[in-house]
Nanobody
């Protein structure tokens, strides 16, 4: 019932920007913790950034200052604005609900979508 669809990826040169969108159905983004994850070629899927149900954004150090997570309640979307892109940002980007407790947060492993591909290359 819950479905998250990523869009907005593409091929860009280093230093350029992209805006990814995570469109939710079957639930409302404003009542969930939503995280962005990425998987580079041959790599593991890793957490990148997220926004809590309360609206607080978090980022891993490698993207802090370059990426911005935002939420549009009317559109029921969570966006990831990616600025000053680097070749190491090349990956397939996914969004997912994060279930959080006192031990931290983990993604809903049954709700992964197809992701959207970002390629940063000159």
């Amino acid at each position: 019932q819950v479905q998250l669809v990523e869009s907005g990826g593409g091929l860009v040169q280093p230093g350029e920007s992209l805006r990814l969108s995570c469109a939710a159905s079957g639930t409302s983004v404003n009542i969930n913790n939503i995280g962005w994850y990425r998987q580079a070629p041959g790599g593991q899927r890793e957490y990148v950034a997220g926004i809590s149900s309360g609206g607080t954004a978090t980022y891993v150090d490698s993207v802090k200052g370059r990426f911005i997570v935002s939420r549009d309640n009317a559109k029921n979307t969570v966006d990831l604005q990616m600025n000053s892109l680097k070749p190491e940002d090349t990956a397939v980007y996914f969004c997912n609900i994060m279930w959080c407790s006192g031990d931290g947060c983990y993604p809903d492993f049954g709700s992964w979508g197809q992701g959207t591909q970002v390629i940063v290359s000159s």
